[in-house]
T-cell receptor, first 114, second 117 residues
Framework: EAQVTQNPRYLITVTGKKLTVTCSQN?????MSWYRQDPGLGLRQIYY???????DKGDVPEGYKVSRKEKRNFPLILESPSPNQTSLYFC?????????????FGNGTRLTVT | AQSVSQHNHHVILSEAASLELGCNYS??????LFWYVQYPGQHLQLLLK??????LVKGIKGFEAEFIKSKFSFNLRKPSVQWSDTAEYFC???????????????FGRGTQLTVWP
């Protein structure tokens, strides 16, 4: 089954404790991206990647890191989480296909930083 | 940066009422346009998309949208809503440059639709 898998689904952590949210897709998509969803703000792009070893900043990259060492994986790293990073995070992937392909979303990771 | 505006934050309708959700974007070049739906507790799913051709596109579950280039709009419509359409709806725009994606997909802030049975 074609899917984007994020782990964990829920995560509660404390300020400053490094964490990684994993994302993996099995559709051989070139494009992967991370979004955060906050009430009233919709989805905001954190980072995206158009291929292996190619990553770029979205609208809200501060406090986050990503890497794309393999095509299927695109982990999101919070080196020193802060309470303002409490949010619902979605990973997504798609074919590049001139931007016409829709995004396939993971099920989300709800992060709480205390 | 490009922007996507969804004018209605929360829409409340009775079943069988007609729906129109507004979406406007700011990019002046070629765009691909999408509407996504998010049911409570779930991830976003594609409702419909436009990338070329007929500006009136049909999606799943009886939804359709019309791309009006001169108005930079991509409004979502449904003639008769059902209780099961209760969800949050997001408009998204992908800006193209010389035919290739810029890699940035911009989302509106979403419209919460509540349908009363």
């Amino acid at each position: 089954e074609a899917q984007v898998t994020q782990n964990p689904r829920y995560l509660i952590t404390v300020t400053g404790k490094k964490l990684t949210v994993t994302c993996s897709q099995n559709m051989n998509h070139e494009y992967m991206s991370w979004y955060r969803q906050d009430p009233g703000l919709g989805l905001r792009q954190i980072y995206y990647s158009m291929n292996v070893e190619v990553t770029d900043k979205g609208d809200v990259p501060e406090g986050y890191k990503v890497s794309r060492k393999e095509k299927r994986n695109f982990p999101l790293i919070l080196e020193s989480p802060s309470p303002n990073q409490t949010s619902l995070y979605f990973c997504a992937s798609s074919d590049l296909d001139r931007g016409a392909s829709p995004l396939h979303f993971g099920n989300g990771t709800r992060l709480t930083v205390t | 940066a490009q922007s996507v505006s969804q004018h209605n934050h929360h829409v409340i309708l009775s079943e069988a009422a007609s729906l129109e959700l507004g979406c406007n974007y700011s990019y002046g070049g070629t765009v691909n346009l999408f509407w996504y739906v998010q049911y409570p507790g779930q991830h976003l799913q594609l409702l419909l998309k436009y990338f070329s051709g007929d500006p009136l596109v049909k999606g799943i579950k009886g939804f359709e949208a019309e791309f009006i280039k001169s108005k930079f709009s991509f409004n979502l419509r449904k003639p008769s809503v059902q209780w099961s359409d209760t969800a949050e709806y997001f408009c998204a725009v992908n800006a193209l440059w010389r035919g290739s994606t810029l890699g940035r997909l911009y989302f509106g802030r979403g419209t919460q639709l509540t349908v009363w049975p």
